[in-house]
């Protein structure tokens, strides 16, 4: 099959399985919500709808190639770098590190990724930006809270822009045999860390008993755990043909990226338990922020852009 | 026709930089005249305000703001009176109109207000100043008028004084129960009432995040 065939394929897949998804809801809704409103099957068709628009952007980012694929990331980042800055307490003395961070660092790494430099974009946000912007804000002079207000707009342009920037890297890769396709290794990474945030949530809904971390997050159990991520991995495993690995590869990796999203999630709720805040934002409806839907993408993104890079391109 | 579209242009603007969302936490939107109150830490705070507004209720409600700002070239005044209609005030010391019956004027056309009692932007720490007493003799002149808090959170990041660009920061407006002047309530316990009302909304909504 081709690199387009293939694409085809794999969203009609995922567009069945929204359609189930969607007559579930809606039969839901007819049985139980009519009578009595359930906040809980209201916010699951939100969800469903949300999964749509998600899928229907990422399949025009496909369209549109690498272009699409790098501007869409690229506004992901900006949505998810200013739901995490709002939730910083930074002062007037960051303004101008802000504004470079928004409007010099964020489009910067993108074109780097664009032009595929790898030499530089893997080290341009963790070494040239780290020094850059402490030293911006110490020009203003306010040294209040100055190592905190510091380290949490690094620490917000390493997730939202860094760690993000990853997944349209991918398209920079080159591996024997399979050039043309790097497409479908984003398709992989997305579709296996997503499903493992969806299959958590089922099986955790249908057989979870024992919390994992109620401190952080009540919906999160052993059960979840084990069933999302071993069906995450199964399905990861099945899907070897889209990628460069063997079956067993996939299942390997597919299961470490399953497991960083696990932990980007966890990461990401004590931030916002720390915070006070249930969600990060309200952009996408039914999910929360960028910032919900992408925390286990972001975790996940570097590892596999690494190891595919490592093991498998010349 | 021209006006209609720059209002748009703006709200539209508004929306896009900093993702505004309204809350309304205590009361629904009604087109009756009404003052809204608001804290004022920006010059673009009643322009937030005008774009979580419903279209309808936006084209009714006018911020009162000072003439002396909103007069001082063609672009301002063109925005000031006939995109925002606002109801200027003489802020001079010397003035010889009365802003109270301007703005009462303004009620009594079925116009709703959009004011900031504590009279000027505020810029330090404090979340909030005193109010200045307008606030007390607005109500006194109109008393079956509803006062309603709104709390702006966020705008003072997106654009603090003296910067240049924006930074696109998610803002938050929320619009709470309305208030009205109590039979006999004197000035200064109105006015301590209606700033405690406001820091109470401004708790809640950062409670419900």
């Not at chain 1, 979870?208 to 199964?234: C, D, N």
């Not at chain 2, 330090?124 to 709390?151: M, Q, T």
């Not at chain 2, 003296?162 to 998610?170: N, S, T």
């Amino acid at each position: 099959m081709t690199v387009t065939q293939q694409s085809v394929a794999l969203f009609s897949g995922v567009g069945v399985v929204l359609v189930v998804a969607s007559v579930v809801g809606y039969v839901l809704h007819r049985r139980f919500s009519l009578e009595s409103p359930s906040p809980t099957i209201d916010n699951l068709n939100s969800r469903i709808k949300a999964w749509w628009m998600m899928v229907a952007l990422l399949g025009l980012a496909f369209a549109f190639g690498r272009a699409g694929v790098v501007v869409l990331f690229a506004l992901a980042s900006l949505a998810a770098l200013r739901e995490f800055i709002t939730l910083t307490p930074t002062r007037r003395g960051d303004h101008v590190a802000l504004a470079v961070a928004f409007f010099v660092v964020l489009p910067l790494q993108y074109y780097l990724v664009w032009i595929d430099w790898y030499g530089l974009y893997s080290v341009f946000i963790p070494v040239y930006v780290f020094l850059l912007l402490a030293a911006i804000a110490a020009l203003r002079q306010d040294t209040q809270h100055f190592m905190s207000r510091v380290a949490e707009t690094q620490w917000g342009l390493m997730i939202s822009v860094f760690c993000l920037s990853h997944v349209p890297a991918l398209l920079g890769l080159t591996i024997p045999g399979y050039a043309g396709r790097n497409l479908l290794l984003i398709a992989f990474l997305i579709l296996v860390v997503q499903s493992s945030d969806v299959l958590q949530y089922i099986w955790g809904k249908l057989l979870g008993r024992h919390k994992i971390a109620p401190e952080l997050s009540p919906s999160k159990t052993v059960e979840g755990f084990v069933g999302g991520v071993g069906t995450a991995t199964l399905l990861g495993s099945l899907l070897w043909w889209i990628t460069p690995f063997s079956p067993w590869q996939a299942a390997a990796i597919a299961l470490l990226i399953s497991l960083m999203g696990f932990f980007g999630g966890l990461v990401m709720s004590a931030i916002k338990r720390d915070r006070g805040v249930k969600d990060w934002g309200w952009m996408i409806e039914g999910h929360g922020g960028v910032l919900d839907r992408l925390d286990s993408v972001i975790f996940a993104a570097p590892v596999f852009f690494h190891i595919t890079r490592y093991w498998w391109t010349v | 026709m021209i006006e209609a579209a720059c209002a748009t242009a703006v709200a539209t603007f508004a929306r896009l930089i900093t993702g505004v969302r309204g809350e309304w936490r205590g009361c629904a939107p009604d087109p009756r005249p009404r003052i809204y109150f608001a804290n004022h830490r920006s010059h673009a705070d009643f322009v937030l305000i005008w774009t979580v507004l419903p279209a309808p209720l936006r084209r009714v409600t006018r911020p009162v703001a000072g003439a002396d700002y909103w007069l001082k070239n063609g672009l301002r005044r063109f925005f000031g009176e006939r995109v925002f209609k606002a109801v200027l005030i003489d802020r001079t010391v010397t003035r010889d109109s009365d802003p109270i019956a301007i703005m009462a004027a303004a009620l009594d056309e079925k116009s709703s207000l959009i004011l900031f009692p504590e009279g000027t932007r505020n810029m330090g720490e404090e979340p909030l100043l005193p109010f200045k007493s307008g606030l007390y003799h607005l109500a006194k002149a109109r008393p079956d008028v509803e006062l309603v808090p709104i709390w702006i959170e966020n705008l003072n990041r997106v654009m603090p004084k003296g910067e240049f660009v924006p930074i696109p920061l998610l803002c938050t407006v929320t619009i709470g129960a309305p208030i009205v002047l109590g039979e006999g309530e004197d000035k200064g316990a109105f006015l301590d009432r209606s700033r405690n009302w406001l820091l109470a909304l401004a708790a809640r909504s950062r409670d419900d995040r």
